[in-house]
């Protein structure tokens, strides 16, 4: 039991260490390009339109609780 403990410990920092070391080298081509940019820009419009959706759908609730 404490073999296979061991092996799936060492399996998964390996997976975790290859996957940081990807996204770290993503991460730095997209901003040598300057595309971080464009990524950033394009989550924080998602973010916003969350945000406004919420508020609108808690201006129709608290409208309708009003009735």
């Known amino acids: 039991m ?3 403990l061991t092996f799936a410990t060492i ?3 390996l997976i975790t260490t290859t996957v940081l070391h990807a996204q770290t ?3 730095d081509t997209m901003r040598s390009n300057g ?3 464009v990524v950033v ?3 924080a419009t998602i973010f916003a339109g969350i945000f406004a959706y919420l508020v609108y ?3 129709k609730i608290t409208k309708a609780e009003k009735k």
């Open 11 to 13: 399996a998964l920092l």
């Open 2 to 4: 404490k073999a296979k």
């Open 41 to 43: 820009a394009v989550l």
């Open 25 to 27: 080298e993503m991460a």
């Open 57 to 59: 759908l808690d201006r």
């Open 35 to 37: 595309k971080i940019y």
